[in-house]
């Protein structure tokens, strides 16, 4: 009885899990769209992991996550053959037999790229700021581990927190 | 009857007949943003960009009422909608930044006239934890006494307030009433 409960809450836990939820930050990824094309929705991801990896995100979230926009994709002249296996999860659904579609795809990639880097850029450095910890501007000072707590961005009292009770702003 | 078109005309006359003109105006809800005129292409595009950044950079506030990303990709070759989403972006992301809506209990902790973050050890919770009611009563600067701060040091002050010093005598050696500032030496100039 005991193994049933557990195997059912673990399938409630992991069903809920964004593609990156062993990551700090990661459940921003439950925003990723569901709808659109494949390359769409490659692109948002991408563009969200970079938009983190910047420095808006800081010196740990840089830790987690790089730039991640594919150069191949974004070519002039790309190579179709090498895509399709690089992304053969990712892209399955697109007709590879298909000039269009493949160009659509791409297009779809490299113009949601931004928007998830936006979004995910600026969701990070809010988080940052309310928690009182905004990342240095590069070149500005050297990061200190020790004025920062990770903890710190779940506190009730930060910056701008409006839940009752905490009567900061 | 007569009584209920005064007051229908007296106050369209009082809003300068605003109700009229903003009439079918979408408003974000709990919020001062409004949606502009346009098509309705451009209108989603202008309500999607604002959901997004509203959300990415707002307060918890409006992180509880918007949901998240938003981006219709059934409209990606749409350049109004582009067009409306670039400029829901720019002009809520200097709403929610700028003059956010606030939390409602923010007239509670006037006692942190900063409304500065602090540190998560330091701070404190709100009203009771924290605020003005767990100071000490007659500490300097602290409790109800800190209240008083304004009536005996004017602003800068040094001394205590009237809860923790002479009020007639705040000044000290030189004299001076209600603990006024005085820089300069008594004897000299």
Redesign the interface.
């Known amino acids: 009885m005991g193994n049933k409960i557990l195997a059912f809450l673990a399938v409630i836990f992991l069903s809920s899990c964004s593609p990156y939820w062993y990551k700090p930050f990661g459940f921003i990824f439950?925003?990723?769209?569901k709808?659109?094309?494949p390359g769409?929705r490659l692109g948002?991801l991408h563009g969200c992991e970079s938009g983190l990896g910047t420095q808006f995100g800081g010196a740990i979230y840089q830790s987690f996550y790089s730039w991640k926009r594919d150069p191949d994709i974004t070519s002039s002249n790309p190579d179709y053959e090498k895509i399709r296996r690089r992304y053969k999860k990712e892209l399955k659904d697109v007709n590879w037999n298909d000039i269009r579609d493949i160009k659509k795809n791409f297009s779809?990639y490299n113009?949601?790229f931004w928007?998830?880097h936006?979004?995910?850029r600026?969701?990070v450095?809010?988080t940052l700021i309310?928690?009182?910890m905004p990342p240095p501007v590069a070149d500005e000072e050297r990061y200190n581990p020790m004025a920062h707590?990770l903890?710190?961005v779940f506190?009730?009292?930060?910056?701008?927190?409006?839940?009752?009770?905490?009567?900061?702003? | 009857m007569k009584k209920f078109f005064i007051v229908i005309f007296l106050s369209l006359n009082i809003f300068s007949c605003k109700w009229l003109a903003d009439a079918g105006t979408p408003f974000y809800s709990m919020t001062r943003i409004k949606v502009p005129a346009g098509t309705p292409a451009f209108q989603k595009g202008y309500r999607d960009g604002c959901e997004t950044v509203t959300y990415a950079r707002g307060n918890p506030f409006y992180k509880t009422i918007y949901k998240g990303y938003r981006y219709d990709p059934k409209m990606i070759g749409n350049s109004e909608y582009k067009f409306g989403h670039t400029r829901g972006i720019a002009f809520c992301f200097m709403q929610v930044v700028g003059n956010p809506q606030s939390s409602f209990d923010n007239y509670l902790n006037y006692y942190d006239p900063t409304m500065m973050a602090q540190d998560w050890n330091s701070v404190g919770d709100g009203l009771f934890d924290g605020g003005v009611f767990s100071q000490s009563v007659t500490t300097p600067g602290n409790g109800i006494d800190g209240i008083f701060d304004v009536l005996q040091k004017g602003g800068g002050g040094t001394t205590g307030s009237i809860f923790s010093t002479n009020p007639f005598w705040a000044g000290g050696s030189v004299g001076q009433f209600f603990g006024q500032g005085y820089s300069g030496s008594y004897y000299g100039q």
């Open positions: 439950r925003h990723a769209p709808e659109g094309s769409f948002w779809d113009t949601i928007g998830g936006y979004f995910c600026q969701s450095v809010g309310a928690a009182d707590s903890g710190n506190k009730m009292t930060g910056k701008g927190d409006t839940r009752i009770g905490t009567g900061l702003w």
